[in-house]
């Protein structure tokens, strides 16, 4: 089976209910959609399909983890995955009209003529939300960052640094023009 085709669903032939997919995400996923902020990802979605007359309800659970570093001190970091989202899929006539008018993100359309409903866009999509946009280090038990204490003085050098140049030369050199008339 390719690595395409393993993230589709033939649901012509499923019965009306529920149908429950699980799936399995590694870095070897994501090659084909670029450079990602993280790595070793080691995700699991589970999928249920809700297929009803015209329409399918989809409901993604994301979790598993991910390998970045910190924002603050570059320090590596796994990171806990844990998401949920849902998308109900319509079938139509005219898709393309229907999903350029479409201002729900959570809604998409697809021909009546369909037979596979494509997945790998999505598990894309939500792996990547999952991931928390602010990656720290987190406190110790004492309500201690774990951060690098050196990279942290460092941080503090500069910040203190910055806040004693004051002067703002963005508009050094203006001054000549000021009085001209």
């Not at 602010?134 to 204490?149: A, I, L, W, Y």
């Amino acid at each position: 089976m390719s690595h395409r085709r393993e993230f589709e669903i033939a649901f012509v032939g499923l019965k009306p209910g529920l149908h429950v997919y699980e799936y399995r995400v590694d870095d070897k996923f994501f090659q084909a959609y670029g450079e990602q902020d993280f790595s070793n990802c080691d995700a699991t979605i589970k999928l249920t399909l809700e297929k009803n007359t015209g329409f399918m309800q989809l409901k993604f659970d994301v979790g598993g983890t991910v390998e970045s570093n910190c924002d603050r001190c570059g320090n590596p970091l796994t990171l806990q995955l844990w998401d949920e989202f849902k998308v109900i899929v319509k079938m139509v006539d005219e898709p393309e009209k229907m999903n350029e008018q479409e201002e729900d993100p959570d809604v998409y359309y697809i021909s009546r003529g369909e037979s596979h409903l494509h997945l790998s866009d999505w598990i894309y999509e939500f792996v990547t939300l999952s991931v928390p946009l602010q990656k720290m280090c987190g406190e110790d038990e004492k309500g201690n960052s774990k951060c690098n204490p050196e990279v942290l003085e460092k941080l503090k050098r500069m910040e203190n640094d910055a806040a004693k140049d004051t002067t703002n030369t963005l508009w050094k050199g203006l001054d000549q023009f000021k009085n001209l008339d």
